[in-house]
């Protein structure tokens, strides 16, 4: 199954610097959140090679808001950058 996360209340879309090998699922009530591993045995985390600042002024130059952000947090957003 693909999945996509959201980040509440950015106006930009973010180009991610970094996913980690944590994966939290914030819609549940933050008495029942757990973390979990991604990729057991697994690195703690991965750079993304990806050109993040010229990928965001690409974005830029066609009216797309973009943002660098160094790290895509313990949802979907990092479980995809993590596994891809």
Not at 7 to 16: F, K, P, T
Not at 33 to 59: D, H, N, W
């Amino acid at each position: 199954m693909a999945r996509l996360g959201e980040a509440d209340g950015r106006a930009q879309l973010s180009v991610e610097r970094s996913g980690i090998n944590v994966f939290v699922n914030s819609v549940q009530p933050p008495e029942q959140r757990k973390e979990q591993t991604i990729v057991e045995g697994s690195p703690c985390g991965y750079f993304s090679p990806l050109p993040q600042a010229r990928l965001a002024q690409r974005m830029r130059a066609t009216g797309v808001p973009p943002a660098v952000s160094n790290t895509a947090g313990t949802y979907y957003c990092n479980e995809s950058l993590y596994v891809v």
